[in-house]
């Protein structure tokens, strides 16, 4: 895994010194996850999170495409949703986002939060009733990044 170190540093227990990883290690992703999980539910008090993954799949079991996210306090967050180049314009990510909306208000969320790109599929969610409210212009250069909403009866 490249790592180089940065700034300069004592290294210290107290402070550590700082490496800055290109390919960081799942379970150093997973240890930052959870000290945000643990800090999110001590502050607000909130215990109901949980994760959600849909996945399509093949005859054989192999994966053709799907959605991970999670949901925590009345809200469904999807973070990934992905079809195969095979699959896509045939309904697969439309099938993908009903089942995370079941799943959402069988959940008792009060909405679904999402984040593309305006050059992935703004029109596709829109036409599934979500609404753009926040945009970061230049995420990546010449695009933008959406934030999009919708929310549950």
């Known amino acids: 895994m490249p790592s180089v170190a940065a700034g300069p540093s004592d290294n210290s227990a107290a402070d550590g010194r700082l490496v800055v990883e290109t390919e960081p290690g799942l379970e150093d992703i997973r240890f930052l996850e959870d000290g945000l999980i643990d800090f999110n539910i001590q ?22 495409g799907g959605l991970y ?9 999807v973070r990934y949703l992905f079809v195969a180049e095979s699959l896509r314009k045939q309904g697969q990510g439309t099938r993908l986002m009903r089942a995370v909306e079941v799943e959402a208000r069988a959940r008792n969320c ?42 549950l009866d």
């Open 69 to 77: 996210g999670w949901v925590w306090g009345s809200t469904c967050y």
């Open 43 to 64: 502050t607000t008090g909130i215990t109901d999170g949980s994760f959600i993954g849909i996945f399509l799949r093949g005859s054989d079991g192999s994966r053709t």
């Open 110 to 151: 009060r909405q679904i939060v999402l984040e593309t790109h305006s050059f992935q599929a703004p029109g596709f969610y829109r036409k599934l009733g979500f609404d753009v409210i926040g945009r970061v212009e230049g995420y990546p250069r010449g695009h933008g990044y959406l934030t999009l909403v919708k929310l």
